[in-house]
């Protein structure tokens, strides 16, 4: 079932093109957006989330137009939004900003309402400061909070623009659990700069870059473009696209091979390097 | 962190529900607001040491009004206009859910219903004060209830206008501010012209200071420095100015309803034209 379809999607600030004609569909499962800053990520995640409008191309988003207020309306019904920065108004506690958000998400009956945000706040692990203000929340915390939030009502459609910025490890691991769950039964579009989160949670991963796209296929599928490009060895390669040197002391060559060094397998990582650097290069060559 | 089997939870698929829980949500912020907290515990501080000293309504109650007018009233501008715009903060999360702007505006317009019934509950303080404990009579000796020598009707009108109204429109007149104008300091601005405005235009010639949003209907005599009597002024028809009062308390509630009324413009104009009539006649009739 297919829960977003964006066609010929356009979208400029001034003369920067944000979002460059682009088509995608999403259907059910968790996709992932990965691209560099200022890919148009979330320029993307913003139109699919009713926050924007398109200047070109139409958008339909759970089988609504966002362009009409009744088909927006619908949409935000049934929609799970954590934009990449948000702040806090002054003086609320977590169950009180939560429930507030519960209101405004139609959650008229007192009890639901607050069963609701109970296991909202329980399931992005807050239940110990629920009566804390967020002033005093870390900023990993906080994240979470807005993520509950998103999570409110079991949306069928959950967009969230970088959902592990500020998180731990241990957080970032509780946080793939929760939404590969949510996954199951909705639409999941998450934008991130961890290819890490994307290789553990996505089936589907689209590479964004000036508004287009890249690449739109599996996470396997971007994987395998790196075959045969990824060595490590004892010195960095001088043609290698990208190279760092690892904990054990050898260096990974990304791109080209110094003598000697061992091929091994990619990461979805080295694959996104990969493919962003030749995009890089490509311009590089089309430009001089 | 829980994970709980999902389950189809959606709150009203169809028409928005009415919008009483959210007016009921923004009325607990307002009423738990440090501001107003501050303004009524200062108000029952000087009602207290008025009781202590017998000296509530020593002269008249009319004198009684300044200070609810300007703690709840010049503070509850405030208020309101800070919690129309503290959500501006959550950027893009407020937006993206089904209530829509003009429903938030008329849950924070009924949140002015607060700062009202602590004004109704003052002027009832004032009329029952004044009741058990009638003003001294001038000359002394004479007998005197209620409000002294002066008619209830004008009397009760003018308490009205000057506490109840006064406490109900610097709030419905902050949230209008806050919509048209929210950026920082135009609460600040917006408090400046009024107080000053008030103050100010008391001295217009004539009868031109009944166009003010507020004065002082209270004209006292004072010899050596002792305050000796007050009565209603001349110059204002209390009924009048309530009804004036009244009209322009619609008409900061249309204004901020106005910003983002949608499909609802044209009803609103009309109603806010009709308002605008209706003070235009009430202050005529007041003046004359």
Redesign the interface.
Same mark, same amino acid.
């Given at each position: 079932m297919t829960d977003v379809v964006l066609d010929r999607i356009g979208k400029h600030y001034g003369k920067d093109v944000a979002l460059d004609e682009i088509d995608l569909t999403f259907g059910r499962g968790v996709t992932g957006l990965l691209g560099p800053n200022g890919a148009g990520k979330t320029t993307l995640l913003?139109i699919i989330?009713?926050?924007l409008a398109a200047d070109t191309g139409t958008v339909r988003v759970l089988g609504q137009d966002p362009l009409t207020?009744r088909g927006r309306?619908a949409i935000?019904?049934?929609?799970g939004?954590?934009?990449q920065?948000?702040?806090?108004?002054?003086?609320f506690t977590v169950f009180r900003f939560i429930?507030?958000?519960a209101?405004?998400?139609?959650?008229?009956d007192?009890d639901a309402r607050h069963d609701?945000v109970r296991?909202v706040v329980?399931?992005?692990?807050l239940t110990d400061v629920a009566t804390k203000r967020i002033q005093s929340l870390s900023g990993g915390q906080r994240r979470r909070v807005?993520l509950a939030?998103a999570l409110l009502?079991?949306p069928g459609l959950l967009v969230l623009d970088e959902p592990t910025n500020g998180l731990d490890p241990a957080q970032r691991a509780?946080l793939r659990?929760?939404l590969s769950?949510?996954g199951?039964?909705s639409t999941l579009l998450v934008s991130t700069h961890q290819t890490d989160d994307v290789a553990a949670l996505c089936e589907r991963v689209v590479v964004l870059e000036h508004g287009r796209v890249l690449f739109d296929g599996s996470v396997s599928g971007l994987i395998a473009t790196a075959d045969g490009k990824v060595w490590m060895s004892g010195e960095r390669s001088s043609l290698a696209r990208n190279a760092w040197r690892t904990g054990s002391g050898l260096w990974r060559n990304v791109g080209a091979p110094p003598a000697g060094a061992d091929l091994v397998a990619p990461t979805l990582e080295d694959a996104y390097l990969m493919l962003v650097g030749d995009r890089a290069l490509a311009e590089v060559g089309s430009t001089s | 962190?829980?994970?709980?089997p999902?389950?189809?939870?959606?709150?009203?698929?169809q028409a928005?529900?009415?919008v009483t $829980?959210?007016a009921l949500?923004e009325a607990r #912020?307002y009423a738990?607001?440090?501001l107003f907290l501050l303004a009524g515990s200062v108000l029952i501080v000087a009602l207290g040491a008025g009781l202590v000293q017998r000296e509530v309504v020593t002269v008249s109650a009319l004198e009684g009004t300044v200070a609810p007018a300007f703690l709840i009233g010049v503070f509850g501008f405030v208020i309101a206009h800070r919690l129309t715009t503290?959500?501006h903060?959550?950027?893009?999360?407020?937006? $993206?859910?089904?209530?829509?702007p003009l429903r #938030?505006t008329a849950a924070l317009c009924l949140a002015c219903l607060v700062p009202a019934t602590a004004g109704v509950v003052l002027l009832l303080i004032d009329v029952v004060f004044g009741a058990i404990w009638p003003p001294e009579p001038v000359p002394p000796g004479q007998t005197v209830a209620w409000f002294g020598d002066q008619p209830t009707v004008p009397m009760l009108a003018a308490l009205v206008a000057s506490i109840v109204l006064a406490c109900l429109g610097g709030p419905l007149l902050g949230v209008a501010v806050a919509r048209w104008a929210p950026f920082r300091g135009s609460a600040l601005l917006g408090v400046v012209l009024l107080v000053v405005g008030c103050a100010y235009g008391d001295d217009l010639p004539g009868s031109w200071f009944a166009v003010l949003p507020w004065f002082n209907f209270s004209d006292s005599l004072v010899t050596d420095g002792i305050f000796r009597a007050s009565w209603l002024r001349d110059g204002a028809i209390p009924v009048w100015t309530c009804v004036y009062y009244a009209c322009l308390c619609g008409l900061a509630a249309v204004a901020a309803l106005l910003r983002d009324a949608?499909?609802h413009r044209r009803t609103l104009l009309t109603t806010g034209a009709i308002l605008a009539v209706g003070a235009v006649l009430a202050v005529t009739f007041s003046m004359s």
């Open positions: 913003r989330a009713t926050a207020t309306t935000r019904r049934r929609l939004y954590l934009p920065e948000a702040g806090f108004p002054r003086g429930d507030y958000f209101i405004l998400k139609e959650w008229d007192r609701e296991r329980d399931a992005v692990d807005l939030q009502g079991r509780r659990d929760l769950t949510a199951e039964t | 962190m829980t994970i709980t999902p389950r189809p939870v959606a709150p009203a698929e928005a529900p009415p $829980t959210l949500a #912020r738990r607001h440090p503290s959500m903060r959550t950027g893009d999360v407020v937006g $993206t859910t089904p209530t829509t #938030r949608g499909d």
